[in-house]
């Protein structure tokens, strides 16, 4: 129903205006309360009563019966109204003094107030609307008519001569209010749809709000663990300093020091030469042969062995061995504190399972690498086999914990790599590749383009994405995640779930194509 339809029944017949505080007379027509009691009261004197509207009469005053729902519905029009005053829309006909206007009138092409509301024409051709200042965007441009119908093909608004002998006769057309309604449907639809995206944006708010504050929490402790770590190291590394400085400084001093026992051993030689020159110079032979301490003197070799293996010590001594030795060993020592403080984990050295490898895939003997043949490797046919996609699974699964494994992708332009379950399809050909099943999530390359991909649907990723890649498994946490290992390290893409089973790594490498695992450390 129009605006102007619906207000024209929500009038009192009494004094025009919206009914405020309706009542209801036993003939079913409404009034205003107050409207209805001063006429009752003025029929009073005439011995009758009547309604005002239909004049059916009644021997005693009539009963009046609140119309609550009627009084709802007038209330709730009202409030849709605009305000007159801020419409900034007077009555054309108050021209002493500006009064707002309460309805429009295309086809006069005035304003109204109430008062001037109540006698104007009420046939078909005055169509009222609420109060506007541009009624000639309410009129057809052409024919220069009230605005009544809407053509569906050009998808516009027109009168009714546009519809008869305009540019539009013969168009599928509805009423204006028709249109509207459809227009409004479309748009709750969209509302709709809107409202359950941001539901959904809302849900992931709270989802990283919640994440940041366990990040937050950890960051508590991790700030602690870090000041305490780093005050550890800095003295360690102190001591780290001074002892390589003074393996550094010890070097000349340790030479010193031989060169003075040499020189001491030198004067005790050049005494002992003297004193044999002496001995030998005596006539005496008496006194030559009662010289006590001549087995001193003859003894050539004391300390010869331990001086010369001295001497080449010193002269062959790499000195930068040294240093480096304590250097290596004392940082040794200061990675396993870090290590102490932030243990890493990781994933066990990742073996490729040959019993699940396709006919056409060559595992190398270290089980590290699979390439794409051109023949046949006719392996045993096994029920774990991957019967039509070139794939191949770990032996290693992984129920728990903290893992990740690392691979070398250059040697491929085109690529897949991720976690799978045990119960992946094995005889299918599309619907086993890992990523396009619900039991799968993976990491592909097609010639340029990356993307992350799980139960067929395709994340694109940025282009330039490195020779080797990580992917790293939260099992409790349920994420799996991708890193490009590039400097620095790139994140490319995190799955989120809840792991249903043990997971698997799983390869698949297309013609040509050669991928290594590059190994890993870590927890089981």
Same mark, same amino acid.
């Given at each position: 129903?129009?605006s102007a339809d ?16 309706p009542v209801t007379? &036993?003939c079913?027509h409404?009034?205003?309360r107050? #409207?209805?009691d001063? %006429?009752? /009261?003025?029929?009073?004197? @005439?011995?009758?009563?009547? #309604?005002?509207?239909?004049r059916?009469? !009644?021997?005693d005053r009539?009963a009046?019966?609140?119309n609550?729902?009627?009084r ?5 029009f009202?409030?849709?109204?605009p305000d007159?005053?801020e419409s900034g %829309? ?8 500006? %009064? ?5 009138c ?7 107030c109430?008062?001037h ?5 009420? @046939? ?6 609420d109060?506007?200042?541009s009624?000639e ?5 052409v024919h220069?008519?009230v ?7 050009d998808?516009t608004c027109? +009168?009714v001569?546009?519809s008869?002998i305009g540019g539009?006769?013969g168009h599928?057309m509805?009423s204006?209010d028709?249109? @509207?309604?459809k227009?409004?449907? &479309?748009l709750r639809n969209?509302?709709q ?5 941001r539901?959904?944006?809302?849900e992931?708010v709270?989802?990283?709000q919640?994440h940041r504050?366990?990040?937050e929490?950890?960051?508590a402790?991790?700030t602690?663990?870090?000041t ?9 590394l ?6 390589v400085l003074?393996e550094i400084s ?5 030479i010193?020091?031989?060169i003075r ?8 030689l050049?005494?002992?030469?003297r004193h ?5 110079n ?9 010289e006590?301490?001549?087995?001193d003197l003859?003894?050539?070799e004391?300390? /010869?062995n331990e001086?010369?293996e001295?001497?080449?010590?010193l002269?062959?001594d ?5 240093v480096?030795g304590?250097?290596?060993t004392?940082?040794s ?5 870090v290590?102490?403080y !932030?243990p890493i984990q990781?994933a066990?050295d ?8 396709h006919?056409y895939?060559q595992?190398?003997d270290d089980r590290?690498t699979?390439s794409?043949?051109d023949?046949?490797q ?5 029920p774990e086999?991957?019967? !039509?996609?070139?794939?191949?699974m770990s032996s290693?699964s992984f129920s ?9 992708v250059?040697?491929s ?12 399809e094995?005889?299918g050909?599309?619907e ?7 039991k799968s999530?993976?990491l592909?390359r097609a010639g340029n383009q ?6 067929k649907?395709k994340?694109?990723l940025p282009p ?8 790293d ?6 994420r799996?995640s ?5 400097d620095p390290?790139?994140h490319?893409?995190? !799955?989120?779930t809840?792991f249903?089973?043990p997971?698997?790594?799983?390869i698949?490498v297309?013609?040509?194509? +050669?991928?290594?695992i #590059?190994?890993?450390?870590g927890?089981?």
């Amino acid at each position: 129903m129009a605006s102007a339809d619906l207000r024209a029944e929500l009038e009192c017949s009494v004094c025009l205006n919206i009914y405020t505080d309706p009542v209801t007379l &036993t003939c079913g027509h409404n009034f205003c309360r107050v #409207c209805i009691d001063r %006429v009752l /009261d003025t029929q009073g004197g @005439s011995g009758g009563y009547s #309604c005002p509207e239909c004049r059916e009469k !009644f021997p005693d005053r009539p009963a009046l019966h609140r119309n609550m729902k009627l009084r709802n519905i007038a209330e709730t029009f009202l409030s849709a109204q605009p305000d007159p005053e801020e419409s900034g %829309v007077f009555c054309t006909h108050c021209v002493d003094s500006p %009064v707002p206007a309460v309805r429009s009138c295309l086809h006069c092409e005035v304003s109204l107030c109430e008062k001037h509301l109540r006698v104007h024409k009420k @046939s078909p051709e005055h169509v009222l609307c609420d109060p506007t200042l541009s009624m000639e965007s309410r009129k057809c441009s052409v024919h220069k008519e009230v605005l009544k119908y809407f053509c569906t093909k050009d998808n516009t608004c027109i +009168c009714v001569s546009c519809s008869l002998i305009g540019g539009h006769k013969g168009h599928e057309m509805e009423s204006l209010d028709e249109a @509207s309604e459809k227009k409004k449907e &479309t748009l709750r639809n969209v509302l709709q749809k809107h409202l359950t995206k941001r539901e959904e944006t809302e849900e992931r708010v709270q989802s990283l709000q919640e994440h940041r504050r366990k990040v937050e929490e950890e960051a508590a402790g991790d700030t602690e663990r870090v000041t305490v770590l780093f005050r550890d190291l800095r003295r360690r590394l102190e001591d780290l300093e001074k002892r390589v400085l003074r393996e550094i400084s010890g070097r000349a001093e340790r030479i010193s020091i031989s060169i003075r026992d040499l020189e001491i051993k030198k004067e005790e030689l050049s005494r002992k030469m003297r004193h044999i020159e002496e001995l030998c110079n005596m006539t005496d032979p008496l006194t030559v042969l009662q010289e006590s301490d001549t087995g001193d003197l003859c003894d050539t070799e004391d300390g /010869d062995n331990e001086d010369r293996e001295r001497h080449e010590e010193l002269l062959h001594d790499g000195g930068g061995l040294g240093v480096a030795g304590v250097l290596h060993t004392g940082l040794s020592d200061i990675i396993t504190e870090v290590n102490v403080y !932030f243990p890493i984990q990781g994933a066990a050295d990742i073996l490729l399972d040959g019993n699940t490898a396709h006919n056409y895939l060559q595992i190398s003997d270290d089980r590290k690498t699979v390439s794409r043949s051109d023949r046949n490797q006719n392996y045993p046919e096994t029920p774990e086999r991957f019967q !039509f996609s070139p794939q191949v699974m770990s032996s290693q699964s992984f129920s728990s914990g903290r893992h990740y494994w690392e691979v070398d992708v250059g040697g491929s332009d085109e690529w897949r790599v991720g976690m799978c379950y045990p119960s992946i399809e094995r005889r299918g050909w599309e619907e086993s590749w890992i990523g396009n099943n619900k039991k799968s999530w993976g990491l592909d390359r097609a010639g340029n383009q990356y993307s992350v991909i799980h139960d067929k649907k395709k994340t694109p990723l940025p282009p330039n994405v490195s020779s080797r890649v990580r992917i790293d498994l939260d099992y409790e946490a349920g994420r799996i995640s991708f890193y490009d290992l590039c400097d620095p390290i790139r994140h490319l893409h995190t !799955f989120t779930t809840t792991f249903t089973e043990p997971l698997h790594a799983g390869i698949r490498v297309w013609r040509g194509g +050669c991928i290594k695992i #590059c190994g890993g450390r870590g927890e089981m």
